[in-house]
């Protein structure tokens, strides 16, 4: 088959990422970025971008792990060089906080990160509510800057980028051998996962630059993370909410609960709010799927279902997602039934 | 009694307002004058990044250390007050980098979570094979001199701007007792071959992408004269020039491009930074920190000075310590004076 034809559904940081992984693992095929959002408006651009796992309960620890630390070392890579600020890749270094000591004193990714430790004593006393702690460094991503450099990367390697709205993947059967489906939250209408279902979550972004290190209570409601331009404070969890409208009472929740943690955010200017839907489900949906409609066969790879867990596993997701679209290739290739071009 | 503090950089200022806060009241007939011909943003201090971080070794010197540890104390307590923003004061974690194993330094305990470099962390610098990673407290002088100079003021201490040119000019006019925080010129008040200038030079770019201070170090070179990165607030300080005996204050173009090709290399993440400007500055350095009482004769009578300059590039990180010495030998001569009939205050 004469250059295969790939469609990427999505492009928030898994369409974009894995957009990238594919045109490295198979050079010989064309790419096309399909998405009716583009940054600063997909859910990623709601994130902070940091490098701190989320566990999927349905999805073996190890494979978590190896997405981790691949995302891990790609980034640590980037933020090393001189292209760090254009990507938004930075180091930053801060405190995970616990009222209660955790059941699970070492998490699955304390070897990846850096210099992971428990807290000090001395540092501990600086949040009075808070028993046990750990500090250690990792990478943030900040988005849009993340988001449009993958963009300008495609865009370098000749990936053609779309916008539009995608209502069926049949659609796209007669232009395209293949389907990447990376449409996050919107795989819900899509294909129809009924094991997909949204976390609203809302952020505040504020101007506090003198902030320098991150703060996160291990509950995971309550974080500071600081960024390029701002800083981002989160936040909420509100399962099976559809709806992209901030909430005023919670905006002065969200404060309150960081200038806890971290007083000197009384002094924060210029406070922005956000909402995204995290694509939630209990396992990453990554796996290679054939439609078939009549006679009609269409190769799909699904790779969606990243929850709160996007940024921090998204390169290894992207390769793995890369992977399947060379067996596709390879399925198309030595399949007996007509090719399409 | 009449107090005059000579020098509004951040010796000046912080001890005229220990002094003030510690005795305005127990002493109803204290005034506190500051006189300088620079005020901030034209004071050595203020070209200092604001890092709070000792030299290496303390030369066995342990009243330094315990001044250092007394500030960054003092700072960390008020970390947390509604203050700290306007005051410049933030925390800040980062690197401090060899190129061979060196004992732990005096203040590896007054820092937060001091601990070694893993080797993954040390594979992000090239060139250097050991390391440390701690969390300190970063006080910028561009915003903490105005806050004490707003404390100073609203305490009703005075300001005068004028250069003073001779401690005796001081008592002439009724001066009691004179601090000397004149740091870099303290010669010109009173000779001292001890106190030399070290200079440096700085980049301030827009990077606010850094988030953590990297200070390298080599051995051969010398205290500052390896790059190192500081990310303030707003802009991000490049250096790395410690020159003994250099009285020159303009910029060198040599200098700064040391200074950023050495830096560039430590972290290429900074070729993008945008450069805003250059500055240079003389950091008094003396063999230690001159801190002491001198008795003057002035016609017939006995007049005092309270020496507290020679700093070196260690001001901000000490200043609080020997704001509060001097505030108890100026205690010392309250006492001598029967001025104070109550006890000393509990410091």
């Known amino acids: 088959m004469a250059a295969p034809k790939v469609a990427v559904v999505g492009a928030g940081v898994i369409g974009l990422s894995t957009a990238l992984c594919i045109t490295e693992t198979c050079p010989s095929c064309s790419v096309t970025v399909l998405s009716d959002q583009f940054s600063p408006n997909t859910t990623s651009d709601v994130a902070a971008g940091m490098l701190i796992p989320h566990t999927y309960p349905g999805t073996p620890i190890h494979v978590q792990k190896q997405w981790f630390k691949e995302t891990f070392t790609y980034l640590f890579a980037i933020s090393n060089s001189a292209e760090a600020s254009e990507a938004g890749i930075h180091l930053v270094s801060g405190w995970q906080v616990f009222k209660n000591t955790p059941k699970e ?41 993340y988001l449009l450099w993958l963009e300008k ?23 395209y051998n293949i389907i990447v489906n990376c449409s996050g939250i919107g ?80 002094e924060a200017q210029d406070i922005k709010v956000k909402v995204g839907l995290r694509p939630s489900r209990q396992s990453v949906r990554l796996q290679r799927e054939v439609f078939r409609q009549g006679g009609l066969k269409l190769p799909v790879v699904h790779n969606y279902g990243h929850g709160a867990g996007g940024f921090s596993v998204h390169r290894g997701t992207a390769k793995e997602a890369a992977y399947l679209v060379r067996e596709c290739i390879a399925a198309l290739q030595g399949s007996s039934s007509r090719a399409k071009l | 009694m009449r107090v005059a503090v000579i020098g509004a950089g951040v010796i000046g200022l912080s001890t005229a307002l220990c002094i003030h806060e510690q005795y305005h009241s127990l002493v109803p007939s204290l005034e506190v004058e500051v006189y300088a011909d620079h005020y901030t943003p034209h004071t050595t201090s203020d070209g200092a990044a604001g890092l709070w971080q000792p030299y290496l070794s303390d030369h066995g010197n342990l009243q330094e250390t315990l001044w250092n540890k007394e500030t960054f104390d003092y700072l960390l307590q008020h970390l947390g007050s509604p203050a700290a923003k306007e005051m410049g004061l933030f925390l800040i974690s980062g690197y401090n980098l060899f190129t061979q194993p060196v004992p ?9 979570g001091f601990r070694n470099l893993t080797p993954k962390e040390l594979e992000l610098f090239p060139g250097y094979s050991y390391g440390w990673f701690n969390t300190a407290l970063m006080l910028e002088c561009r915003r903490y001199l105005p806050w004490l100079t707003n404390k100073l003021t609203q305490g009703g201490v005075k300001f005068f701007h004028k250069k003073v040119e001779s401690f005796q000019e001081m008592f002439a006019q009724g001066v009691d007792v004179v601090i000397n925080c004149a740091g870099m010129r303290a010669g010109e008040l009173q000779p001292d071959p001890e106190l030399q200038p070290a200079r440096g030079q700085i980049i301030k770019v827009l990077a606010p992408w850094v988030k953590h201070f990297i200070v390298t170090h080599d051995v051969k070179s010398g205290i500052y004269n390896s790059p190192y990165v500081i990310p303030g607030s707003e802009l991000t300080v490049l250096g790395g020039i410690y020159q003994p005996g250099n009285w020159n204050e303009e910029n060198s173009a040599q200098d700064h491009k040391t200074i950023w ?19 240079s500055g003389l950091r008094p350095a003396r063999p230690c920190v001159r801190l002491e009482r001198e008795n003057i004769r002035h016609g017939h009578f006995q007049a005092e000075v309270i020496h507290n300059y020679g700093h070196g590039g260690f001001g901000i990180t000490i200043h609080w310590g020997c704001a509060m010495a001097v505030a108890r030998l100026f205690g010392s001569i309250l006492q001598e004076k029967k001025l104070t009939s109550s006890p000393q205050p509990r410091l």
């Open chain 1, 105 to 145: 004193e070492l998490p699955f990714w304390s070897d990846v990160v850096l210099g992971f430790r428990p807290m000090s004593e001395a540092e501990l006393q600086k949040f009075p509510q808070h028993r046990f702690g750990q500090a250690f460094t990792t990478l943030k991503c900040d988005c849009p800057p």
């Open chain 1, 153 to 175: 990367r495609l865009k370098a390697t000749g990936v053609q980028v779309y916008t539009r709205k995608v209502a069926d993947l049949w659609e796209l059967h007669s232009e």
């Open chain 1, 187 to 266: 795989a819900c209408q899509l294909v129809g996962d009924e094991k997909l279902f949204p976390i609203k979550g809302q952020v505040l972004q504020v101007h506090a630059p003198w902030v320098k290190n991150f703060i996160r209570d291990g509950d995971g409601l309550t974080y500071i993370y600081p960024g390029i331009h701002q800083v981002t404070l989160g936040g909420t969890r509100e399962k099976d909410i559809w709806s992209l409208s901030p909430d005023p009472g919670t905006i002065q929740d969200i404060f309150d609960r960081c200038c806890s943690l971290e007083p000197s955010l009384q």
């Open chain 2, 104 to 112: 732990d330094p005096s203040w590896k305990n007054i820092v937060l």
């Open chain 2, 261 to 279: 090709e050495n830096c560039c290399r430590l972290l290429p993440a900074l070729q993008k930074a945008k450069i805003v400007e250059d500055w």
